[in-house]
């Protein structure tokens, strides 16, 4: 309920990226490791690699927040394949865009550069996955960095390799350590030929109004969208997109805007512009990706739009952070936009804005309690919850409406309960 009441003030940081406090780094040398057992992936926090020495490795785990996190794999006993020649490994075989392209794909430029073509790359994965059928992000992604599929290796049984190489993660998650001016070159020269060479220009905003709402989302964004396209900005849902078509529009946008969310880190696939990039906080005083986008563009600032959230708990009883529905503050969203020149405030009517603001939070509540949604955003707490919080945001209005919605969603639950146990 915390995160219902805070507010920031109405203010835009401003992150200049030739005042960085922490110095830019160099890669490190990739790695080579002899007989290493790969096990298939639990999670994303379980790679499944017994990397040699595991306490004391940095590079070769999973790193977040400057700090290795993963896990080792649990050793069975059973029957081990055995590799030979040597192999690259990547990671685990993601299927989520945002942890994909911030945590993976930063072993691969190097990782492409330096190995031999001959040496598979080898992502852990799951034993049910069904390795010749990635997912269309995962392939996606993959050629946009022209990376042929028929040298990727998935590992879903345990597998000794005799050699195994791995390259240091350039970026991760929470870093603040700016991303090393040697890993954007040799991104950049894997992705320059598809960039159109022109300069940037125009304002486009990338948008999470299309979601569905249990994703997490502005509530009012589509009102926001509305105005922003009468003004002549792009404005872009990049699942309708095409991954080329998303890099090319961010390529050559001069003011780039992002509805905090996993798009941001889609900009981490191309490399530095000339170009001003803002972030629409969805999350309290949140600096998403700073340290890996501020050395890509001219400039990187966070609008302090957020005027607190709803949220459910989820069974283990912490906030589902990434599917809460946030709230804007008009006047910061209005400065943003005066200070880019985008006459937003000559549109800009209160009244409708709330109007599809207080909308937006019952088609929120209504899918965040529907039964058939995914069961980890199932609220274990009771109506309560959200009653207080509606209050605590200034938005007592919709207790009504929204008493009827989780009602209604709990009596189909009892019916469903009874049915089951006739």
Known sequence: MQSARKRENVQVEHVNKMNAPIPETDLPPIARFDAVLVTPSGDRDTPGVFWPDFDQQIHARLRRKDKPVCKPPVLTSGRLRIVDPPAVFVSMYDNHFGHFVAETVPRLAQSLAECPQEWPLVFSCDPRFRAPHPSAMFRAVMDWLDVPLARLRFCPEPTVFRRLHIAAQAEHLGSRVPTSPRYLDLLEARVHAKLPDLPQDGVSFISRAALSPEKGFHAGEVYLAGCLRQLGVQVVFPEALSLPEQMRIYARSKYLIFSEGSALHGRQLIGRQDQHISVLRRRFR????????????????????????????????????????????????????????????????????????????????????????????????????????LEALGLGQLAQQAAAIMDGHSEHNRRHRRAGEG
């Open 286 to 389: 949140s600096h998403l990706a700073q340290a890996q986008i501020a050395p890509r563009c001219s400039s990187l600032s966070y609008v302090s739009c957020f005027a607190g959230a709803l949220n459910v708990i989820g069974p283990e009883g912490r906030p589902v952070l990434h599917a809460m529905v946030s709230l804007y503050q008009p006047e910061a969203l209005l400065a943003h936009f005066d200070a880019i020149g985008v006459p937003l405030r000559k549109l800009w009517n209160n009244a409708v804005y709330q109007h599809v603001r207080d909308q937006d939070v019952l088609r929120w509540l209504a899918r965040i309690y529907d039964p058939k949604i995914a069961h980890w955003l199932r609220p274990t707490n009771g109506p309560g919850h959200i009653h207080e919080q």
